[in-house]
Nanobody, 127 residues
Framework: RVQLVESGGGSVEAGGSLRLSCTAS?????????TAWFRQAPGKEREGVAA???????NYAESVKGRFTISRDDAKNTLYLQMNSLKPEDTAIYYC????????????????????WGQGTQVTVSS
């Protein structure tokens, strides 16, 4: 059974940093797996934040470019999201997601592309 577990969320002041982790069990990240981070703020739809494929090709939402960095360690079955210069509008529940193939082009940031999801971790940024 595939399971994704996020960790690293918390509360920080604006301008601070957090590093999220997502560890997979039940299967191993392989070079063709597609992995991503999403977030959902209260009253808003879930939105894509960043995605990465097995070759290291990345895709970022405009709102986080230059501040967030996605990476993964396939040997450890772990996906990361380094978040710097955090803003109050980054406050949300952050979810990791995975699917078996990124296919062609930049890894996608659409929710309906991904099959496997974690339970989420809360990130709160105060002004």
């Amino acid at each position: 059974r595939v399971q994704l577990v996020e960790s690293g969320g918390g509360s920080v002041e604006a301008g601070g940093s957090l590093r999220l982790s997502c560890t997979a069990s039940g299967y191993m990240y392989r070079s063709y797996y597609c992995t991503a981070w999403f977030r959902q703020a209260p009253g808003k739809e879930r939105e894509g934040v960043a995605a990465i494929d097995g070759d290291g090709l990345t895709n970022y939402a405009e709102s986080v470019k230059g501040r967030f960095t996605i990476s993964r360690d396939d040997a450890k079955n772990t996906l990361y999201l380094q978040m710097n210069s955090l803003k109050p509008e980054d406050t949300a529940i952050y979810y990791c997601a995975a699917d078996q193939d990124c296919y062609e082009g930049p890894p996608r940031l659409t929710t309906n592309f991904y099959t496997y999801w974690g339970q989420g971790t809360q990130v709160t940024v105060s002004s």
